[in-house]
């Protein structure tokens, strides 16, 4: 599938363009990376897994895998999108109660580079606890792409009518840096 043996995780939680996930897939193995993609417990009702799974040649993941269950290769980065309220407030606390924060709560003492695309409205934006979150993410050394020019949260209600415009290319310009 690629020839540099660059393994991406991309962790899909439950926001509305977690169904075109697809659309970042298709981007990172342009650029050579192998794709595993995991999903939140609640972001399996937004993305068609089957078809990720064909994409990828890898099935998604969304729970931590039983005795004998053949193991992932180790993510070289992580790429969190769309990313939401909740991951990111319980990814900046070092809560791991899924499997996919679970990854995350190791990544960033692992020296595995993760980026964080978020989807999240001006309501939930403004909020201290997600302030806080975003400022400790990016004090150890996550990339989250919220501000001008980056993600522009939206005003609440109206997220249906972005996700056409969700800026999946950022994500993949963190971790390339192209």
């Known amino acids: 599938m690629n020839n540099t043996g660059r393994v991406l995780y991309v ?10 996930v697809g659309r970042l897939v298709t981007l990172a193995q342009g650029d050579g990376w192998t794709v595993q ?9 937004f993305i068609d897994a089957p078809a990720l799974g064909k994409q990828t040649g890898r099935p998604v993941r969304s729970r931590y895998r039983s005795p004998g269950e053949p193991k992932s290769p180790r993510a070289d980065a992580i790429i969190v999108a769309p990313a939401t309220y909740n991951t990111i407030n319980k990814f900046a606390q ?11 709560s190791e990544a960033p003492g692992l020296g595995v580079p993760v980026v964080v ?8 934006a403004s909020r201290a606890p997600f302030r806080r979150s975003v400022e400790q993410l990016r004090a150890e050394g ?12 939206h005003p609440p209600a109206s997220g249906a009518d972005r996700i056409d415009a969700y800026p999946w290319h950022l994500a993949l310009k963190g971790i390339s840096g192209s």
């Open 94 to 104: 070092g809560i791991a109660d899924t499997y996919a924060l679970g990854l995350l």
């Open 117 to 124: 695309l978020p989807f999240v409205n001006s309501a939930l």
């Open 11 to 20: 962790i899909v939680c439950a926001a509305g363009p977690a169904a075109e």
């Open 142 to 153: 996550v990339r989250v792409f919220l501000g001008p020019g980056e993600f522009e949260p």
């Open 37 to 45: 993609v995991i999903a939140t417990p609640s972001a399996l009702n």
